[in-house]
T-cell receptor
């Protein structure tokens, strides 16, 4: 069993819809949670960074962490074709800056005009 | 956010040759950098942690003699794939801790193809 599970998709939605992404994990010691966006053949770009349980909102993006269920989510409102990419969740035991990140497998998202 | 660059962006080499990939932090210093490998349609797997002025720390299963890492300055880490073989063909990505946020910023990646 992988430490971090993520549905690979693809997830296809019409423009303007809400995109819902999630990851589950097995290691309850993870404390820091991130979402990255990766366009084809590019490096990952940080979208959201959260610590412990709770919600965080940034523009069209909302990240949720439920440590009791070992479940994290990312919601993208008013999705645009430019949101079409692979979304990776990542997590770490300690502050992510200087420590190992464990990634999910990524979910490919396609927003259709 | 912090900017991390990689060079080259893509490289094609013959089997048995060595390839060097550079990772630079452009507007900040990084005592630690990370090297990841990503196979097609798969996620990033950490290969090693590069430490300025000391030896790199390799993840289990990664051959340190094959993937040589040098972190000679606070803004540059290099990964050398020695005696490359076709199975080493992959997307190699480095990252460095950011300044303002407690997380890592990734370079654009280097696509290595070994013929």
């Amino acid at each position: 069993q992988k430490e971090v599970e993520q549905d690979p998709g693809p997830l296809s939605v019409p423009e303007g819809a809400i995109v819902s992404l999630n990851c589950t994990y097995s290691n309850s010691a993870f404390q820091y949670f991130m979402w990255y966006r990766q366009y084809s053949r590019k490096g990952p770009e940080l979208l959201m960074y959260t610590y412990s349980s709770g919600n965080k909102e940034d523009g069209r993006f909302t990240a949720q962490v439920d440590k009791s269920s070992k479940y994290i989510s990312l919601f993208i409102r008013d999705s645009q074709p430019s949101d079409s990419a692979t979304y990776l969740c990542a997590m770490s035991l300690f502050k992510a800056a200087g420590n190992k990140l464990t990634f999910g497998g990524g979910t490919r998202v396609l927003v259709k005009p | 956010g912090a900017v991390v660059s990689q060079h080259p962006s893509r490289v094609i080499c013959k089997s048995g040759t060595s390839v060097k990939i550079e990772c630079r932090s452009l507007d900040f210093q990084a005592t630690t950098m990370f090297w990841y490998r990503q196979f097609p349609k798969q996620s990033l797997m950490l290969m090693a942690t590069s430490n300025e002025g000391s030896k790199a720390t390799y993840e289990q299963g990664v051959e340190k003699d094959k993937f040589l890492i040098n972190h000679a300055s606070l803004t540059l880490s290099t990964l050398t794939v020695t005696s490359a073989h076709p199975e080493d063909s992959s997307f190699y990505i480095c990252s460095a801790p950011g300044l303002a946020a407690d997380t890592q910023y990734f370079g654009p990646g280097t696509r290595l193809t070994v013929l």
